[in-house]
């Protein structure tokens, strides 16, 4: 079965750093686009960022650029998202999710999320 | 980067149908035959139920169907039934990125 595993979570004050960690398994990780995801409580899906099998392709919404990293390490199975300068409007669930070995492959697996809390 | 657009509610009974639009531009859905449709229940991760427009992954029932025509994308459910009420939310390519709607609450009267 196809797991997809995020870790990392937690509550940091504005300005802070936090690393998100996503453990996959039960597919070729190492051959698909992954993303992040993110949901305040209670609002609607958006769009972090992705990369490619090798992570030499990277995306950002203008929201992240700048302050948040993604990475891979396809010999762990492991997706990363490093995140700095972290602000209150970043409190949201992270979802890692699996698209395929295409750019606009379909998001079709999903992590359950790991809850981040920006406050004071 | 904007959202795409949809109503934030949509509601039918046990048996009907109903429709659920999500608006962008010539940039992302008029430009891409690469819509997708999710599914979310309160608590839970989002489920894909239809992909490149009108493709259904396997094990999502034939009762959603979707369709683009220009800028707007539709999801359709067919013959309405009580787990189908959740949140629904449409996605498009976009290029580099990728851009979500803002959701629609379908309530299954």
């Known amino acids: 079965d196809v797991q997809l595993t995020e870790s990392g979570g937690g509550l940091v004050q504005p300005g802070g750093s936090l690393t998100l960690s996503c453990a996959a398994s039960?597919?070729?990780?190492?051959?698909?686009?992954m993303h992040w995801v993110r949901q305040t409580p209670g609002k609607g899906l958006v769009w972090v960022s992705r990369l490619n099998s090798d992570g030499s392709r990277i995306y950002y919404a203008d929201s992240v650029k700048g302050r948040f990293i993604i990475s891979r390490d396809n010999a762990k199975n492991t997706l990363y998202l490093q995140m700095d300068s972290l602000k209150m409007e970043d409190t949201a669930v992270y979802y890692c999710?699996?698209?395929?070995?295409?750019?606009?492959?379909?998001?079709?697996?999903w992590g359950q999320g790991t809850l981040v809390t920006v406050s004071s | 980067q904007s959202a795409l657009t949809q109503p934030p509610s949509a509601s039918g009974s046990p048996g009907q149908s109903v429709t659920i639009s999500c608006t962008g531009t010539?940039?992302?859905?008029?430009?891409?035959?690469?819509v997708s449709w999710f599914q979310q229940h309160p608590g839970k991760a989002p489920k894909l139920m239809i992909y490149?427009?009108?493709k259904r992954p396997s094990g999502v029932p034939d009762r959603f169907s979707g369709s683009k025509s220009g800028n707007t994308a539709s999801l359709t459910v067919s013959g309405l039934q009580a787990e189908d009420e959740a949140d629904y939310y449409c996605?498009?390519?976009?290029?580099?990125?990728?851009?979500f709607g803002g959701g629609t609450k379908l309530t299954v009267l």
């Open positions: 039960g597919f070729a990780f190492s051959t698909y686009w």
């Open positions: 010539s940039s992302d859905i008029g430009g891409y035959n690469y």
């Open positions: 996605s498009s390519y976009a290029g580099s990125n990728v851009l």
């Open positions: 490149e427009v009108n």
């Open positions: 999710a699996g698209g395929g070995p295409y750019s606009a492959s379909p998001l079709e697996n």
